[in-house]
Antibody
Framework: QVQLVESGGGVVQPGRSLRLSCAAS????????IHWVRQAPGKGLEWVAF????????SYADSMKGRFTISRDNSKNTLYLQMHSLRVEDTATYYC????????????????WGQGTLVTVSS | QTVVTQEPSFSVSPGGTVTLTCGLS?????????PSWYQQTPGQAPRTLIY???IRSSGVPDRFSGSILGNKAALTITGAQADDESDYYC??????????FGGGTKVTVL
């Protein structure tokens, strides 16, 4: 069955960097686009970034652009989110979630979700 | 920047019907925004309910339905059950590879 497992979260000081990973299994990873979505404690969901199946096209929410980089290694079935210059307001649970469209299409939604990894930015 | 709007909260009686909406601070929601809906209970990952306006995700009961009502996307729960008590989020595709979530609606069944 489809599984997405996030890792890499933890406590980090403001201004530091952190890299999250999302290990995928149960489907042909290289044929699906994948998103990062985050949720601050007690708050709503916020879309972070999307990467197409081949990694050649990426998009970001304005508030994350320039600080966050989404990438993927299709040989390892793994998605990444490199976060720099972290701020207290980046504290959130970060989810990876799949777009159900198989290459070359995108379905503009999310189907399977991981359980999330918590990032806490605090001094 | 365009904001996606949702009602903050709704209350529905068991067996009742409730319609949640998903609008834009400027403009109308159409199918071209590919509205989708997600259910989330505290401490859990979101669950996909509806995508592409009105297509139910696998395993979602048919008491959940999606539509466009006027200038908004809508999620209707018909015959609400106790375990429908959750937060519900819509998300719209804004074009150019950008998605925006609404603020979520907390549904109480009582």
């Amino acid at each position: 069955q489809v599984q997405l497992v996030e890792s890499g979260g933890g406590v980090v000081q403001p201004g530091r960097s952190l890299r999250l990973s999302c290990a995928a299994s149960g489907f042909t990873f290289s044929t699906y686009g994948i998103h990062w979505v985050r949720q601050a404690p007690g708050k709503g969901l916020e879309w972070v970034a999307f990467i197409w199946y081949d990694g050649n096209t990426k998009s970001y929410a304005d508030s994350m652009k320039g600080r966050f980089t989404i990438s993927r290694d299709n040989s390892k079935n793994t998605l990444y989110l490199q976060m720099h210059s972290l701020r207290v307001e980046d504290t959130a649970t970060y989810y990876c979630t799949r777009d159900p469209g198989r290459k070359p299409t995108v379905q503009y939604c999310f189907d399977y979700w991981g359980q999330g990894t918590l990032v806490t930015v605090s001094s | 920047q365009t904001v996606v709007t949702q009602e903050p909260s709704f209350s529905v009686s068991p067996g009742g019907t409730v319609t949640l909406t998903c609008g834009l601070s400027s403009g109308s929601v159409s199918t071209g925004y590919y509205p989708s809906w997600y259910q989330q209970t505290p401490g859990q990952a979101p669950r996909t309910l509806i995508y592409d306006t009105n297509i139910r995700s696998s395993g979602v009961p048919d008491r959940f339905s999606g539509s466009i009502l006027g200038n908004k996307a809508a999620l209707t729960i018909t015959g609400a059950q106790a375990d429908d008590e959750s937060d519900y989020y819509c998300v719209l595709y804004m074009g150019s590879g950008i998605w925006v979530f609404g603020g979520g609606t907390k549904v109480t069944v009582l």
